[in-house]
């Protein structure tokens, strides 16, 4: 008895603990608005901010005839042999641009900046930064060296190029002090990369299909202290050619136009060279060497996109290696790339991006665009209270003060009354047949169970941008009509479906759950924790899932109702392997079939498997993968 | 004996309490959430992430409650809303959490930027608490839900579905290690500078020396790789079971999940722990051995007359293994915990695993079920030594 009440005295005290720490909390306030204080003055910090940060030039930077001669001191194929030696032309991964140069809107004829460290020199000559007899660094007329800080992440890869870099630099008479910070401060919410805390600043962007690019290289792109750090203009770049080019890149649907806007940014990018782009990362991948109908491409991040035509003579099962496990089969809380491959093997893969353009890959006939009919724009007049999108990106309920684009493109503020403003609606046509594995065919309940979960902000979902923007979705079981807000005409319009998906989804509003329910009946916030949902749900891609052995793989057998026949293979099994060694020595063995470049990597274990396919035991696929490497160039100190 | 166990209890909670405190304020100071980049995608080129949105998302990981209200939450499950007394609701307006902070950005003269949370624009009462979802608390045997390796589902799923992996492993390399290392060590110990020895002595700091990941490195290559190669019978480089048909030779096509199959996934990671494990606890006899053969009584034991098997065997290694037990029972966590480096190395679905992967991937209420089970297995391991000090040593006496 005795300990029990000391037990819940202890219990006690804690809990009074919680309560008396809590009340050193901020309490007791009654917030009439709120506010986002950009600076404060304390009794413990000195604080002597006159004007806005980062808008005095860099004393080095700000010279373009540095940058450039930066540019043309790198050896950019040097660096690219010393992380890639398996890669046999290195030149094949050079980036000139912001834009691979295989993508559609890649521009042709910018400034190159071949390795050229003589005309490097001479520029740094020009710029005032002479070398002295005998010194390794050059000084200016003040007698200051032209030393500047480097800044990436403590990542073996970059500190492998980055040695190179330096070391160009240095041949240069240019000195680089090199910090290898770690990845959650040099890319953290408001610190490093964010704050434009660097002068040489060294990360990677991942290209898309779609370009973008708006908040990256526009003048009001760069984060500052009075926008509170929007933006993702790092190099404080604001070219105002480009930045006009970039957005007319971004507001209009015309292929032709886009390609010949992009042109304009890459010539101003090439031209005062913000930002030096190095060259593409590679994706390795690496097969059985007996696998067929495997065929991946730049621009799409999924090889399993035709998973149904996958096929090895002689098995009835493929394995494929995962680093991770999924979380979930839920794929609105669980996008890691082990769960979409998951899903696209259960659920289909209606959109593709094969070689950075967009294709129509399961399910509908076509992509709907302007071009085809299947998209349509029109003059809608829009009243006070209705959603659209202002100028500046967000969905908002139109009301006084709020300025939108009209029909005619122009800007305006609205002040009552109506506004005429273009507003899109996409036609999608399902192809016939689409059936559930459990024999049930896709009906318009499915798809409006869709838009409902998917948009619902009680599903565990984090992003809402297209549902906030789409005014509806009107289903039925062989289509599916999207009407956007007025004023939302994104780029990559044609493959925007119901809930925020890549073209159209559902699910089973059908089935029934072990409790008796049917999914229709479930609510929203339950999905997350369905076993129905996160681990056996069923749809009408190639397979279904049979089995998931947590910690070991998932098994998926043919889907019978498969709407394209029976796939080529049986079985699919999906293994986790988190260690890359471990890994490679399972496809050496015959233990695995396909490993995807998040296992292999770019390390030694590449090497080896390079190896193994010289002596024809596997295959292996070295695609320039959409992330390149650069090194953005502060303007501005702070 | 009753009085010291009580004793001894009460200080496992305490302890148990203290190490609950210290791991999950490690834990809250580590880098990385779920939540990480969140903000960072506020205003992309195709990402628009409100306030509303990191709000709600916060919520659904307990985010946005202080820290000590986590705390209690997750060790005992209260607060779960106002508290009820006699029909009344008392301090329904208590924060507990803000959801959305008011952040300063504080410029230092050196011109450095830092953000400072100055107030709360929202905060999170004990009203709100009504209806979330929480766990009964790990005082109570429930863990939780995860947030990464298994979404929203309850943490105790995976534990249970990861440990009859490990103590598969574990308690066959034990097991074994110590049916090799004792007879071992005792041998060395009585053939004292021998060539045996000497081999042996060798042999042990070899093994204990070599890091477990670099011997599994080399099995793999050596066993499974250049062996299949040769056409020799070779062993699978990892997991506990395979998922389709393999051929070996000798043995014929092998089927998923057979008792051949299980006992081949099984031999190299065993057989990586066996080596490191027995290297350690031959050494440990050997030297309690020499120290217990130098004694009075063995001396007096042969000077009787007695046969050396027995003078060995029954005078001397049953005190020689009394400091052994310690070290035995301390295995017991390990057990349980799983060998981190050995199962990663040959992809073994453990606990090891699991607890890096649950560390790689921010998943906290995971990590923190095995730190705390862990913390319980090893307070209990030492109670369960001290006690069987007593029944293997009468001179040892508790009150």
């Not at chain 1, 029109?378 to 990106?393: I, L």
């Not at chain 1, 989804?505 to 996160?534: F, K, Q």
């Not at chain 1, 793989?553 to 099994?573: H, Q």
Request: proline residues 5%.
């Amino acid at each position: 008895m005795a300990t029990k009440n000391r037990l819940m005295a202890a219990f006690s005290t804690l809990a009074i603990a919680a309560f008396l720490l809590a009340a050193c909390a901020p309490g007791g306030v009654t917030v009439v608005e709120t506010q986002i204080v950009e600076r404060v003055v304390t009794q413990e910090v000195e604080v002597v901010v006159q004007a806005e940060a980062y808008t005095t030039p860099h004393p080095i930077l700000s010279d373009i005839r540095v940058r450039k001669a930066i540019a043309f001191c790198s050896n950019r194929p040097e660096m690219i042999a010393s992380v890639y030696t398996f890669v046999d032309d290195p030149n094949s991964l050079l980036m000139d641009t912001f834009i691979p140069s295989d993508h559609w809107a890649h521009a042709a004829g910018v400034e190159q900046y071949a390795f050229d460290p003589a005309q490097g020199a001479a520029l740094l000559d020009e710029a005032g930064w002479t070398l002295a007899e005998g010194a390794d660094v050059r000084q200016n007329a003040a007698g200051e060296a032209l030393a500047l800080h480097f800044t990436t992440t403590s990542a073996a890869f970059r500190q492998t190029w980055a040695a190179v870099f330096e070391s160009n630099m240095a041949d240069c008479g240019i000195q680089v002090v090199r910090l290898h910070a770690p990845a959650s401060w040099w890319f953290g919410d408001t610190t490093g990369l964010s704050r434009r805390d660097f002068e040489l600043g060294a990360f990677a962007w991942v290209g898309e299909a779609d370009p973008g690019g708006e908040t990256l290289y526009a003048c009001d792109g760069i984060p500052l202290p009075s926008n509170g750090w929007s933006g993702q203009n790092y190099m404080g770049w604001c070219n105002e050619a480009a930045s006009v080019a970039i957005r007319a890149a971004n507001n209009t649907l015309d292929r032709d136009e886009r390609i010949a806007q992009y042109a304009i940014t890459q010539q101003e990018f090439a031209k005062d060279m913000p930002s030096l782009p190095l060259f593409n990362r590679v994706e390795v991948l690496a097969t059985n060497k007996d696998l067929a109908g495997f065929a991946p491409a730049p621009g799409e991040p999924y090889a399993t996109y035709n998973i149904h035509e996958w096929e090895i003579a002689g098995l009835d099962t493929i394995v494929l290696g995962y680093t991770q496990e999924p979380a979930s089969l839920f794929t609105l809380v669980e996008n890691a790339f082990v769960a979409v491959n998951a899903y696209i093997t259960l659920g289909g893969y209606p959109v593709s991006s094969l070689n950075y353009d967009f294709q129509a890959n399961m399910y509908v006939t076509q992509l709907p665009t302007l071009d085809n009919g299947g998209a349509t724009l029109a003059t809608v007049d829009v009243a006070e209270g209705t959603t659209v999108v202002d100028t500046s990106g967000a969905a908002v309920a139109l009301a006084s003060g709020v300025t939108v684009k009209d029909a005619d493109g122009n800007d305006v503020a609205f002040s009552g009354g109506t506004v005429p403003m273009q507003q899109m609606t996409l036609n999608w046509e399902l192809v016939p047949g689409i059936t559930f594995s459990d024999g049930a065919p896709v009906t318009a309940a499915d798809i409006d169970l869709a838009t409902a979960i998917n948009c619902s902000p009680d599903s565990g979902a984090t992003d809402f941008t297209t549902c906030d923007r789409t005014a509806s979705a009107v289903a039925t079981d062989t289509s599916l009509v999207v009407t956007l807000v007025p004023g939302y005409t994104p780029p990559l319009y044609f493959t925007v479906g119901n809930g925020g998906c890549s073209g159209p989804c559902w699910y089973p509003a059908h089935r029934v759950l072990s409790d008796g329910r049917t999914l229709a009946d479930v609510p929203a916030s339950e999905w997350t924790t369905l076993p129905e949902i996160a681990e056996s749900p069923i749809d009408t891609g190639a397979y279904m899932i049979t089995e998931w052995v947590k910690g070991q793989s998932m098994t998926f057998e043919a889907n019978p109702f498969f709407y394209l026949g029976a796939p080529k293979t049986p079985t699919i099994v999906i293994k986790f392997v988190a260690d890359t060694n471990q890994a490679v020595a399972q496809l050496l063995t015959g233990q695995v079939d396909v490993l995807f470049g998040e296992t292999l990597g770019a390390g030694a274990e590449v090497q080896t498997v390079r190896d193994a396919a010289d002596a024809g035991e596997v295959a292996i696929y070295i695609l320039p993968s959409a992330t390149w490497e650069h090194i953005d160039f502060n303007l501005f100190t702070r | 004996m009753t009085a010291y166990l009580i004793r001894r209890a009460i200080q496992m909670v305490g302890v148990l309490v203290l190490s609950a405190i210290v791991s999950f304020l490690l834990l809250d100071l580590a880098p990385g959430s779920p939540t990480e980049g969140l903000r960072q995608q506020v205003n992309t080129s195709t990402r628009r992430i409100t306030e509303e949105d990191i709000a709600r998302i916060l919520a659904s990981y307990e985010l946005d409650l202080y820290t000590p209200f986590r705390f209690t939450r997750w060790l005992v499950g209260f607060p779960t809303g106002p508290l009820q007394l006699f029909g009344k609701e008392y301090f329904a307006d208590y924060a507990v959490g803000c959801s959305a902070a008011i952040e300063a950005e504080v410029v230092d003269s050196a011109g450095n930027f830092s953000v400072r949370t100055i107030g709360c624009a929202r905060y999170v009462t004990l009203a709100d608490m009504v209806g979330r979802r929480t766990s009964n608390g790990v005082m109570r045997g429930d863990f939780g839900l995860s947030w990464g390796l298994l979404r929203a589902r309850p943490v105790a799923d995976l534990v249970w579905s990861r440990l009859p992996w490990t103590l598969q492993l574990m308690g066959l390399s034990y097991a074994i290690s110590l049916a090799i290392a004792i007879p071992l060590g005792v041998y060395q110990a009585v053939r004292q500078y021998s060539r045996f020895d000497y081999v042996f002595t060798f042999a042990a700091f070899a093994g204990s020396s070599m890091p477990t990941f670099f011997f599994g490195i080399l099995m793999i290559l050596f066993v499974s790789i250049l062996a299949q190669r040769a056409g020799l019978p070779w062993l699978p480089p990892g997991d506990a079971v395979a998922v389709r048909d393999y051929f070996i030779p000798v043995l014929g096509t092998i089927e998923p999940g057979t008792a051949m199959d299980r006992v081949l996934h099984t031999i190299m990671p065993v057989s990586v722990l066996v080596l490191f494990n027995t290297a350690f606890y031959t050494r440990f006899v050997r030297s309690s051995m020499l120290e217990v053969l130098r004694q009075n009584y063995v001396r007096t034991a042969r000077a009787k007359g007695l046969v050396e098997r027995v003078v060995i065997l029954k005078h001397a290694l049953r005190n020689a293994l009394i400091p052994f037990v310690t070290v035995v029972v301390y295995a017991i966590p390990g057990i349980f915990g799983g060998a981190i480096i050995t199962e990663s190395v040959f992809n073994w679905p453990g606990m090891g695993r699991l607890f890096i992967d649950a560390l790689g991937r921010a998943d906290y209420p995971v990590s923190m079920a095995l730190i705390m089970i862990g913390a319980f297995l090893t307070v209990v391991a030492t109670l369960l030594g001290d006690v069987l000090y007593t029944l293997v040593d009468p001179r040892i006496k508790y009150g």
